[in-house]
């Protein structure tokens, strides 16, 4: 998921902010993503939303299938995008 979305770590996000997955970064305000220290708050930011918050409870519980967590997360709403 981080490669994707910060088109393997080239990304304007992924390069000043630290924000490898695109997090807070919405459709009709894509300067809303978040800032992290580094990429490892980043990632621990989003394993924390992926654990903790209830909509995405179904991709936590098949975490060890990273293709059905993947397809639960995008079905959760994750991203707006239909091809995700």
């Known amino acids: 998921m981080a490669s994707l979305e910060s ?22 305000n894509p300067n809303s993503a978040l800032s992290f ?15 903790n918050e209830p909509r995405y409870r179904l991709a936590w519980n098949n975490r060890t299938d990273p293709y059905r967590m993947v397809a639960e997360i995008k079905k959760a709403g994750y991203a707006s995008s239909p091809n995700y």
């Open 37 to 51: 220290e580094s990429p490892e708050k980043c990632f621990n930011y989003f394993v924390s939303l992926i654990k």
């Open 7 to 28: 088109g393997r770590g080239t990304s304007y996000f992924a390069t000043t902010r630290n924000n490898y997955l695109g997090l807070g970064a919405y459709d009709n």
